[in-house]
């Protein structure tokens, strides 16, 4: 019998500084209703989804930075969204700033958590590339201060089996999407489909590149690693314009062979859907990247024993 999952990226459009949670929930809903009655068992929510993408700004009072962060999950807030989710029998990820009490000492992380068809947390994952500076930058247009409101993850790339089709499920959050080594921890347990959420800013502001390029480069690291772990990828942004701050949109459901089976054509809330066949990666875990029969990580070691790239020493002084 073919194992299919019919799966839906709800694209957010902005959430401004003053829109409350409750109003990003209630989105999120009206997007869950409309991927279940249209036969989807799972939906992947954008990255920090709750909120505005608060790293843009530079906060000093831990008060304030506070207020973007969860305490608990389901949340007050959130409840509403996870019993909606358990009557419709549908499963979710959710990207949220998690605030933990963890030995006496408060940690904050980027977080993202799988849920189950019945409302239950399945998993969790804490992001690992944290991208952008932890210092004040006040004369850039814009901030990226996820280095110094969250930790790095502690809780590595894992998968998990979800549904009735133990569907092996993977997570991962925004920046992971450009390391090939995120994909490969969890090709090497086997993953079948990937779930992550992003908010990625239309402009960079460390150096120049067109809007088009830095779409460009999304596309490019999930289609190929998709087909380079033979697994489906569902990527969902947070896109439009966030109080006058652009991020894109170009949510995609990447097929095992790297091709897009769907894409969203907006920047604003937005539902795109595939029925995936779970199969289809097989063929391509058991040939070109059957890990067993080819892979030689013996010639591999650089990859967890050094960080940054050592060229050789120059020829010429
Ligand atoms: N949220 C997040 O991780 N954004 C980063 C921006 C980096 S700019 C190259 C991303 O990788 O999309």
């Known amino acids: 019998m073919s194992?299919?999952?019919?799966?839906?990226?709800?694209?957010?459009?902005?959430?401004?500084?003053?829109?409350?949670?409750?109003?990003?929930?209630?989105?999120?809903?009206?997007?869950?209703?409309?991927?279940?009655?249209?036969?989807?068992?799972?939906?992947v929510?954008?990255?920090?989804?709750?909120?505005?993408?608060?790293?843009?700004?530079w906060m000093a009072d831990?008060?304030?930075?506070?207020?973007?962060?969860?305490?608990?999950?389901?949340?007050?807030?959130?409840?509403?969204?996870?019993?909606?989710?358990?009557?419709?029998?549908v499963g979710f990820y959710l990207g949220y700033a998690e605030l933990t009490e963890d030995g006496g000492r408060t940690r904050r992380f980027n977080t993202s958590i799988l849920v189950g068809p019945?409302?239950?947390?399945?998993?969790?994952?804490?992001?690992?590339?944290?991208?952008?500076?932890?210092?004040?930058l006040p004369q850039a247009p814009f901030q990226h201060l996820e280095k110094r409101y969250f930790e790095v993850g502690d809780l590595g790339f894992n998968v998990w089996r979800m549904f009735d089709e133990d569907v092996v499920m993977g997570q991962c959050i925004c920046n992971d999407r450009r390391w090939p080594e995120t994909f490969r921890v969890m090709g090497l347990q086997g993953v079948e489909m990937v779930a992550l959420?992003?908010?990625?800013?239309?402009?960079?502001?460390?150096?120049?590149?067109?809007?088009?390029?830095?779409?460009?480069?999304?596309?490019?690291?999930?289609?190929?690693?998709?087909?380079?772990n033979g697994t489906w990828i569902v990527?969902?942004?947070?896109?439009?314009?966030e109080d006058?701050?652009?991020?894109?949109?170009?949510?995609?459901?990447?097929?095992?062979?790297?091709?897009?089976?769907?894409?969203?054509m907006s920047e604003a809330d937005e539902v795109i859907m595939f029925d995936c066949d779970l199969?289809?990666?097989?063929?391509?875990?058991?040939?070109?990247?059957?890990?067993?029969?080819?892979?030689?990580?013996?010639?591999y070691r650089l990859i967890t024993e050094r960080a940054g790239a050592e060229p050789p020493p120059p020829t010429r002084k």
């Open 3 to 43: 194992r299919r999952l019919k799966v839906a990226a709800a694209q957010m459009g902005p959430i401004h500084l003053a829109d409350s949670k409750a109003s990003a929930v209630k989105r999120m809903m009206t997007m869950l209703r409309q991927a279940a009655d249209a036969g989807c068992r799972f939906v």
């Open 45 to 57: 929510f954008p990255e920090l989804a709750l909120t505005t993408f608060f790293p843009r700004w």
């Open 62 to 89: 831990q008060a304030e930075i506070d207020r973007f962060f969860e305490a608990q999950m389901p949340s007050p807030e959130t409840m509403p969204l996870f019993e909606l989710a358990r009557e419709k029998k």
């Open 118 to 136: 019945d409302g239950r947390i399945i998993g969790k994952y804490r992001k690992v590339h944290l991208p952008g500076h932890s210092d004040h």
């Open 197 to 228: 959420g992003y908010n990625t800013p239309t402009d960079n502001i460390y150096f120049h590149e067109p809007p088009y390029r830095r779409v460009f480069h999304h596309l490019l690291s999930v289609q190929a690693n998709a087909y380079q």
């Open 235 to 241: 990527a969902t942004a947070k896109a439009g314009k």
């Open 244 to 264: 006058g701050f652009g991020m894109y949109g170009a949510s995609v459901i990447v097929a095992p062979t790297g091709e897009i089976a769907a894409q969203a």
């Open 279 to 299: 199969s289809l990666g097989e063929s391509i875990r058991q040939n070109v990247f059957n890990f067993a029969r080819h892979r030689r990580p013996e010639h």
